[in-house]
Each structure stands twice: as C-alpha cells, then as structure tokens.
C-alpha cells in the first residue's frame, strides 16, 4: 500500500503570530510623533562624522574629555562614530537660513562600560528651534508639552542648572516618576524624578559657525 501522505492538507492552517515593533522603536516613533503636531520636522545625519561637526561647531574645547579616545570612536582618516545627535542640528543650519524647527533621532557611539544604564551603542532624540526671540519659556513649554504627551498629563517637570559647551544658560531637566508617581522608588532611585535630558539656549558661538546672525536669532536645543 502507498505510503500516507507526509502533510494533510485538509487539516486547518496554522495562524503565525505577529511580532511586537521594539520599545526603543516605538518610543522614538512616539516622540516623533508628539513633535511633528508641535511643528517639528524629522531631520537625519551620517553615523560618521567629522571632528569638525561633531566638536568644533559646537563650541566643545580641543581640551573637553568627551574628544580623548578613551570616550570617542576615532577611524583611521579622522572622522568618528558619532557621539550625539547634534551634528545633524550643524548640518541642517548650514544649510538653510532660520527659521529652523526640527527634531533628530538616531543611533550614537561612545566608549561606555557597559552597564543597567550605559551601552557603546544608544538611541538620542534632538531637538533644535531656532527663530526671532526664542527664549526659555518657549523651551519649557515645549517640554512640558512633550511630557504630558508621552507619559499622561499628571507628570511634572523641573530644571536644574547645567553645562553644555553648544548652550548657555544650560540645563537639566526631569520628569516626575511615573512609577510611583513622585514618592520614591526603585526606578527613580527614591530621588521621585526621572532624568531625562540636558537642553538650553543654543550658544551664539554656535550660530557663529554656521553664520547665523546671533543678535537677530535664538533658539533652544
């Protein structure tokens, strides 16, 4: 007698389960998203930069640890992997006058230990908003905005002082913890805040070098 068939194709297909996109995806596809309805375009840039545009441009001294190759991927003809998104903020205002209004997501490069909270390879969002009498306030609110946005409208925002060599006043802001809602965790290290990141008023050394004019413009990044 013949053999029975290997597959019986009267049986009912097998539904393959759909996979999930990435959390790090879906949270620089949200924050696009949140900035896009502030007005905010998408900008890109190379993973290898210039020195130039990764340091010079914005402001950081020959002398700053952050250019020792300790801290940074240099290649063998100079350029680097990129340490941050800025650079694109420097190719995007060389080329076009203000006002600017943009947002850059994308991967970066450091020399990092790898640890619960640092990696060699990791994720940044930028933004950069340059027009006629930016100031702090609008930077507030346009974080403020975000956060509610992102996390729900319960979450707080603060600032602390800080230095940045591409902005001046610099800060650091944070987010109230959305785990505890403020009262101390694990998550937030029973501080009830969640640092986020460093921003500030763009630095007139840094419109300087694209050639904008830092008495008629300013902005935030």
């Not at 924050?31 to 998408?42: D, E, K, L, P, S």
């Not at 190759?69 to 240099?74: E, G, K, L, N, P």
């Not at 800080?162 to 101390?184: A, N, Q, R, V, W």
Request: aromatic fraction near 10%.
């Amino acid at each position: 007698a013949a053999a029975a068939p290997a597959l019986d194709v009267t049986l009912p297909g097998r539904q393959r389960r759909l996979g999930h996109k990435h959390p790090i995806s879906r949270v620089m596809d949200d924050t696009v998203a949140i900035f896009r309805r502030m007005g905010f375009i998408v900008a890109d840039g190379p993973d290898l930069e210039t020195e130039y545009h990764n340091f010079d441009a914005l402001n950081t001294p020959a002398d700053h640890p952050s250019r020792d190759i300790q801290d940074t991927f240099y290649l063998p003809d100079g350029r680097l992997l990129r340490t941050q998104t800025s650079p694109v903020q420097i190719r995007v205002m060389e080329s076009q006058p203000p006002p600017v209004r943009i947002i850059c997501p994308g991967r970066c490069f450091r020399r990092d230990t790898p640890d619960a909270t640092h990696s060699m390879n990791f994720h940044q969002i930028e933004g950069l908003y340059v027009d006629r009498k930016v100031s702090l306030v609008d930077l507030k609110g346009t974080l403020s905005m975000f956060a509610h946005e992102l996390l729900g409208p319960d979450v707080k925002i603060r600032f602390r002082p800080h230095f940045f060599p591409f902005t001046e006043p610099s800060l650091e802001y944070d987010f109230s913890c959305i785990m505890c809602k403020g009262s101390g965790c694990g998550i937030c290290k029973q501080s009830g805040w969640l640092e986020i990141s460093g921003a500030g008023m763009v630095d007139p050394a840094v419109f300087e070098a694209v050639g904008y004019d830092s008495e008629a413009w300013t902005g935030f990044a």
